[in-house]
């Protein structure tokens, strides 16, 4: 058991941390509309049953997220908050084992220390109260978690050429835990799908099991889409984005990737340097042109530091607020301005240049690019989901949990096969820093502004 503790003292070490951290610095409090969980779900005569029936055929067909937030309104606060840091704990020790399977020149607990971090390579604001209030946890954090454990079973036997039956029976479980949230399972199917090819393409034996995984989450989807709660849900928030239903297609599109930009390339700046820069760093060895090579690598980081960086603070200290904010006014009002043109050209370009790696990357090293490239498509494909509902702007930070996740997840299969060379180990100690940073951050304004603000 030491000896155990001693080899993966990085996740310990974060298990501690991140359970320290939700337990004294977050809280919940109900904000807009599932402000009424506080009266429904503390009514005595109201049951599990009356609750769900209710939110399903009116409000939601999230059921499974519905009985959680009813569950955790009905007990000490604890609970929830136990529960919330176990999913942290238990994304990061998915991120770990994933790690493994790659291997790569950084040791194992440098690489566990990154899997820890990825968290707070977000945005400053990813674990304050502004998104894990209280319904929220359960529509971003746990299908999320589902996702990784849906995966856990597919990696060990692709990798591995081992069937566990108790990692299957765990990622049944995580096929409803994903299949709670609109993302999450459209998400899943699609995951399941790919593993099906994966395991055809490794030439291995298919496992029936795994058929259940399928028929779960088909028919979780399609109980979760066929809701009337889920329509009347599509109706209330219409009437927050009323040009949203004079919209074309085209423009829908264009609102979504707009709204992409501006919660990673803008908010999450420093998950997107990361991931150009693994990029980079796992594809120059790949280039034969050196010196080519190296001048437009080096010119692709400068550029995404510059739209990151420097165009994001030109544009938010132009008096016109934050890139997101712009964005949704722009939008909302139907008037792009300058600024908001600025920051859609030169996201499209950088959006093309993270492509053209990783494309690059799947071909020359397919054993490392293409999982990666897949992970990124899957954050992408999540982003432009959000074009087609009118809720783009309200919902646009959770939803994009999963967008910037599924980057981080990247950077994990990245940082893992990526050369440890002087730069690299640069890169590391920039990024760890920057997350240690941003934890201290976080603490900081939970101490001094959330707490005296909210009370």
């Not at 060379?421 to 941003?438: D, E, Q, R």
Request: glycine residues 6%.
């Amino acid at each position: 058991m030491k000896k155990f503790i001693k080899e993966n003292y990085p996740l310990f070490l974060f298990g501690a941390g991140i359970t320290a951290f939700v337990l004294i610095f977050t809280r919940y409090f109900m904000k807009m509309d599932d402000g009424n969980f506080l009266g429904i779900a503390s009514a005595p005569d109201f049951s599990y049953e009356d609750f769900l029936t209710y939110r399903y055929n009116n409000i939601s067909g999230r059921t499974i997220n519905e009985f959680l937030v009813m569950f955790f309104c009905r007990h000490n606060i604890i609970l929830w908050k136990l529960f919330v840091s176990s999913l942290l704990i238990f994304i990061t020790c998915f991120f770990s084992k994933l790690s493994s399977f790659f291997g790569g020149e950084f040791s194992k607990s440098q690489r566990q220390t990154f899997c820890a971090l990825t968290f707070f390579m977000m945005m400053v604001s990813c674990l304050n109260p502004s998104v894990f209030w209280f319904a929220g946890s359960f529509t971003y954090l746990l299908p999320f978690a589902g996702l990784c454990a849906v995966s856990f079973p597919f990696v060990k036997y692709i990798y591995e050429k081992r069937f566990s039956v108790p990692l299957s029976l765990l990622g049944l479980a995580g096929c409803v835990a994903a299949c709670s949230q609109e993302q999450g399972a459209v998400c899943c199917l699609a995951l399941i799908l790919f593993f099906f090819i994966f395991i055809k393409i490794k030439k291995l034996s298919f496992k029936p099991f795994f058929l259940l995984d399928l028929i779960i989450s088909f028919g979780l989807t399609v109980h979760l889409f066929t809701s009337p709660g889920m329509a009347e849900r599509s109706k209330m928030e219409s009437a927050g984005f009323e040009r949203f239903t004079e919209m074309n297609v085209f423009q829908k599109l264009f609102c979504g990737i707009s709204v992409f930009f501006a919660n990673s390339f803008y908010l999450s700046f420093v998950l997107i340097i990361v991931l150009v820069s693994l990029l980079s760093l796992c594809a120059y060895p790949l280039i034969k042109n050196k010196h080519r090579g190296k001048l437009i690598l080096a010119t692709v980081n400068g550029f995404c530091v510059f739209t990151c960086v420097i165009l994001n603070l030109i544009c938010s200290v132009s008096g016109r607020g934050l890139a997101h904010m712009q964005m949704r006014s722009a939008f909302k009002s139907g008037e792009l301005t300058p600024e908001v043109i600025a920051m859609i050209a030169f996201g499209f370009l950088l959006l093309g240049a993270i492509i053209s790696l990783s494309v690059f990357l799947a071909v020359k090293k397919p054993e490392s690019g293409i999982p990666a490239l897949l992970c990124l498509c899957a954050g992408f494909g999540c982003a432009m989901m959000m074009s087609f509902s009118s809720s783009i702007f309200s919902s646009g930070q959770r939803v994009f949990f999963f967008t910037n996740m599924f980057i981080a997840t990247a950077c994990v299969i990245l940082l893992s096969t990526a050369p440890k060379t002087t730069l690299s180990k640069k890169v590391y100690n920039l990024a760890v820093s920057y997350a240690l940073l941003t934890a201290v951050v976080n603490i900081f304004a939970f101490t001094f502004i959330e707490h005296p603000l909210m009370g």
